[in-house]
């Protein structure tokens, strides 16, 4: 089992950059595919990035693709977003989700992949 905890989400203009980390707990973090989603008010929770265990693989949605970079520390149990050129549109509450079922370079860019959540860090666009 792994416990999430988000953070880094704040109020930003339009074209500024931001960083979320994602902490988790125990001792088995490097056993987990990692990935981001976020959820805009009144929208479906939607994929933005995944990493892979040990990082060698990531994927992003495509319209976060260019601007948005995913990484991950094994040493240190964190995975971070960082999120560049940001817009109004990025507005939403975003989570980190741990994946256990996608091996080697796998990652999964589906909610239902991923057995824990954090609690979400808001991060708002303004124009």
């Known amino acids: 089992q792994v416990q999430l905890v988000e953070s880094g989400g704040e109020l930003v203009q339009a074209g500024d950059s931001l960083r979320l980390s994602c902490a988790a707990s125990?001792?088995?973090?490097?056993?987990?595919?990692m990935g981001w989603f976020r959820q805009a008010p009144g929208k479906e929770r939607e994929f933005v990035a995944a990493?892979?265990?040990?990082?060698?693989?990531?994927t992003y949605a495509d319209s976060v693709k260019g601007r948005f970079t995913i990484s991950r520390d094994n040493a240190k149990n964190t995975v971070a977003l960082l999120m560049n050129s940001l817009i109004p549109e990025d507005t939403a509450v975003y989570y980190c989700?741990?994946?256990?079922?996608?091996?080697?370079?796998?990652?999964?860019?589906?909610?239902?992949?991923?057995?824990?959540w954090g609690q979400g860090t808001q991060v708002t666009v303004s124009s």
């Open positions: 990493i892979s265990r040990n990082g060698g693989r990531t």
């Open positions: 989700g741990a994946d256990q079922k996608s091996l080697f370079l796998a990652v999964s860019v589906t909610t239902t992949a991923y057995s824990y």
């Open positions: 125990g001792r088995t973090f490097s056993s987990y595919a």
